[in-house]
């Protein structure tokens, strides 16, 4: 299936051993990079261009001046990345918690070593030590050969932060290789899959490129879906003025499998409880690329979307669906982003998850659940990467974990949990986040997949898992996408909601299926 | 005398060093902007769980024992131990002694020892274990060894080849009061002050900072309250005020 070997899973543990340590076994020319025309929407500089008749770029001119001027830009204007820059003290925690090195064994994908590719040029420019007496403490200079391992190795970071989890002082490879990816943007080596998508959110309001009557469209074939299964007439409202929420979503669940269950399942619980909602085709995407490649900038140019849509429509709430680092930004940062959102219900946190609507509903006895529509199933939960250690839901530390898991077992019967170090904050990335989920980074995904995997397999083999649900559209199209290398199917993915859809039973439902049972019985 | 005055300037120096260089650094960390809530959830949503958090990660290491238990083990006696250690040569610059030093005087006697045991340990890692070894440059060996140093000629001096230690006192509370006495100059005892005045030096400018760099740490030190409150950087508060989404915006 590729020219590569494929990780080995046994499910023996559900933990994979630590390899030992391997030599640029992941070299290479990083993801394709973004052409000066797209970076140009981006207001980075463009002052680069293709080297004829091949896929490689020129640098920008003046790069390493100009490198080395956006690092020290950069570490005033974060303390996170002038902070872990220095005090790193080598001690190696992080070394093995990598799903990317776990399962590269390429020592540049252990989260010290991903540092140190900047660190080293940190201190060299930047430090008395590196300055002086480089080699003592490995300092190196910037050169091309430098700049080609940022991009390919910044680019195998999923900016998942396992690593800050078992890190002493809670360093976070996760900014570091974002300030790498912004610098690199600055000289010329933006990544084309991250800026082209950033590109059609600006232009046309979201990742995929769909304009609004295309969504309208689809929209109304969800909703003929629905009610061909149910019989219920439930809306998918688009751009509805004066609505009470705005439900924010990412675009894959417009179509995808099986985002598009998880959208069917948000629709069916709002109708179910009453909730006047509408979709906005303006801001038609949850997902938010500027944080993958550590743009403040682009990251709030997308986020104000959202506002502008929730002040146009009037809504009092806004609500995201499933997505992770969606959520993350919705959770963290919107507020500070694209705030104060004075305008909305003070009643309601700014931002709600969906989760956060459905739980509560389903505790009160408000939706009627036949948990038995799930039996053909047992499920066990992943938790996405950045909403169990970048977020929170509901209103205690930890409601991320909780709060999925208790949805999944008011609607399913069988539900076990996988292999404790690879759950809750010391979950395992799925492989495809932080912006590396495309087709020309197809062998680090598989390879960084295989923790998961491995987990997966252990519960499947030995406690009869059959389906693993997820929260994020990331997650989910990766893993559709990578689990057929490891043996398993592809339907074997599900969306929270998809679960919580199949056990509602909604107003009117029954008396259809009693008319299709009553038809079958006449025939 | 000249001996006395060699190691009174050194000692001069290496004070002014790393105080005011742990404070520039210091005072760096504090005036960067964290400009996003980044805390490594599930993170506290009080400041007191903040201070809660950070106390379980300075005084046990509590991520650190997650992590790596052999690392654990070694980083926290070594770590423990130099504070016993430590604390117990405060008598050298205290007079009259306060007797919660006295008190404490047997434990830091022997605690040199749990010290070189812990540095023993991580040195050992560092050499055996191939992703360590990968990520260490010669300066973090030699640091080990540095203190590994300091502490075997300290233990030296105590239990083999004894100096007149009032007499240590009396040039260092000189040195306080700027009043020069003579030193000893016993060999060992000079190894153990000039790398003493060595670590004091490479202090604010090596990976030591890791002492006061942790209590600056996003992914630590923030609270988790970001859909309550806003937290504007003042260069972000600065894009907004002049109505940009880019600083290049005209
Ligand atoms: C707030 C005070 C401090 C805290 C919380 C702290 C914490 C830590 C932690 C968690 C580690 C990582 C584990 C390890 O490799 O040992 C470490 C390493 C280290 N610390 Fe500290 N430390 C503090 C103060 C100091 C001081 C004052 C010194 C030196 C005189 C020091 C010297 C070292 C050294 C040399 C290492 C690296 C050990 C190695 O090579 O593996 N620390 N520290
Ligand atoms: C200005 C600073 C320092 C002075 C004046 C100093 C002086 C001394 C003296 C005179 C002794 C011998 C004690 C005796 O014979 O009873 C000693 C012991 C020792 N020193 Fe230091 N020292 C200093 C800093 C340090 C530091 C920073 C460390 C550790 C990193 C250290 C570690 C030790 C150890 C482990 C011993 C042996 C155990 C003990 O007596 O506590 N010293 N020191
Ligand atoms: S953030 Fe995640 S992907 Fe990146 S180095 Fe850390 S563990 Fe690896
Ligand atoms: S765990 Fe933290 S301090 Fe230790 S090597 Fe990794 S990044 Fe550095």
């Known amino acids: ?523 | 005398m000249i001996l006395g005055t060699v190691f009174g300037v050194l000692f001069w120096v290496a004070t002014l060093v790393l105080v005011l260089g742990i404070a520039n650094k210091v005072r760096i960390y504090w005036k960067t902007p964290a400009p996003l809530k980044i805390p490594t959830m599930p993170a506290p949503v009080t400041q007191r769980g903040v201070v809660w958090r950070m106390f379980k990660e300075v005084v046990f290491f509590q991520s650190l024992f997650r992590a790596s238990k052999p690392t654990w083990l070694f980083a926290f006696v070594f770590h423990m131990s130099l504070w016993l250690v430590l604390f117990r040569h405060v008598r050298y610059f205290q007079d009259p002694v306060s007797s919660i030093v006295l008190f404490m005087q047997p434990f830091g006697k022997y605690a040199g020892f749990a010290m070189i045991l812990g540095l023993a340990g991580l040195l050992i890692r560092r050499i055996v274990v191939d992703r360590v070894r990968y990520i260490s440059a010669p300066s973090d060996f030699l640091m080990l060894v540095l203190l590994i140093g300091i502490g075997a000629t300290g233990l030296m001096t105590k239990f083999v080849v004894h100096t007149d230690v009032l007499q240590v006192k009396e040039f260092f509370r000189g040195l306080m009061l700027f009043n020069w006495q003579p030193l000893p100059s016993d060999p060992i005892l000079l190894i153990h002050l000039a790398s003493v005045a060595f670590l004091m030096l490479i202090f604010p400018i090596s990976k030591l900072l890791h002492a006061p760099g942790i209590f600056f740490s996003p992914s630590r030190n923030q609270v988790d309250n970001p859909r309550e409150q806003r937290h504007l950087a003042p260069w972000a508060a600065d894009l907004e005020a002049q109505g940009k989404i880019y600083p290049d915006d005209k």
């Open chain 1, 1 to 523: 299936m590729a020219d590569y070997e494929i990780p080995k899973v046994t499910g023996e543990t559900g933990k994979l051993a630590v390899p030992a340590v391997e030599h640029d076994t992941m070299k290479g020319t990083g993801p394709w990079i973004s052409k000066p025309h797209f970076q140009k929407e981006m207001h980075f500089p463009t002052d680069f261009e293709q080297i004829g008749g091949t896929t490689k770029y020129t640098l920008v001119d003046n790069w390493k001046e100009r490198a080395l001027d956006k690092l020290d830009d950069l570490r005033t204007r974060y303390r996170s990345l002038q902070v872990y820059l220095d005090i790193c003290v080598k001690c190696g925690a992080c070394t093995d918690k990598c799903h990317y090195f776990i399962g590269t064994a390429d020592a540049k994908n252990m989260p010290v070593a991903r540092q140190d590719l900047l660190r080293k040029v940190y201190r060299r420019y930047f430090t008395f030590a590196g300055k002086y007496f480089p080699k003592l403490v490995g300092a190196v200079d910037l050169t091309e050969d430098v700049v080609d391992d940022w991009y390919n190795y910044y680019h195998q970071c999923s900016q998942c932060r396992r690593c800050s989890v078992f890190c002493p002082y809670g360093i976070d490879t996760a900014e570091i290789s974002m300030a790498a990816r912004e610098i690199l943007d600055h000289i010329g080596r933006g990544q084309k899959y991250c800026t082209e998508i950033m590109g059609k959110v600006h232009k046309i309001g979201n990742n995929l490129g769909l304009p609004q009557a295309a969504l309208a469209d689809t929209l109304e074939g969800l909703e003929e879906d629905v009610e061909w299964e149910t019989g219920a007439k439930v809306k998918f409202p688009l751009d509805k003025k004066g609505a009470d929420i705005l439900l924010i979503t990412p675009s894959a669940d417009f179509f995808a499998e099986p985002h598009v269950d998880g959208l069917m399942g948000y629709a069916k619980v709002f109708h179910q409880a009453g909730l006047d909602w509408t979709l906005s085709s303006y801001a038609s995407e949850g997902a938010n690329f500027g944080m993958f490649i550590g743009s403040y900038e682009n990251m709030r140019r997308i986020a104000l979307r959202i506002r502008k849509a929730a002040q146009d429509l009037g809504v009092k709430r806004i609500v995201f669906g499933e997505c992770g680092h969606a959520w993350r930004v919705a959770y963290s940062f919107l507020n500070t982003l694209a705030g104060p959102f004075d305008f909305l219900d003070p009643k309601y946190p700014v931002p709600q998850h969906v989760l956060e609507i459905t739980w509560p509903l389903l505790q009160a006895g408000k939706l009627n659940i036949d948990k038995t529509r799930n039996d053909d199933k047992t499920l066990t939960f992943h938790d996405s990467c950045n909403i169990a250690r970048g977020t929170r839901m509901g209103d205690k530390p930890g409601g991320q974990f909780d709060i999925p898991r208790n949805v999944i077992k008011a609607v399913c019967n069988n539900y076990v949990d996988m292999n404790q170090d690879t759950t809750h904050d010391a979950t395992f990335c799925c492989g495809g986040g932080g912006g590396i989920l495309t087709d020309d980074l197809m062998e680090i995904r598989v390879k960084g997949a295989a923790p998961r995997m491995e987990a997966l397999k252990n519960v499947t083999e030995n406690q009869g898992v059959t389906h693993m649900a997820a929260i994020c559209a990331i997650c989910k199209s990766q893993f559709t996408k990578v689990i057929p290398y490891y043996g398993f199917t592809m339907d074997q993915i599900v969306s929270v909601h998809q679960l919580v859809s199949n056990a509602l039973i909604l107003e009117g439902q029954l008396e259809y299926e009693k008319i299709e049972r009553d038809e079958d019985d006449f025939y």
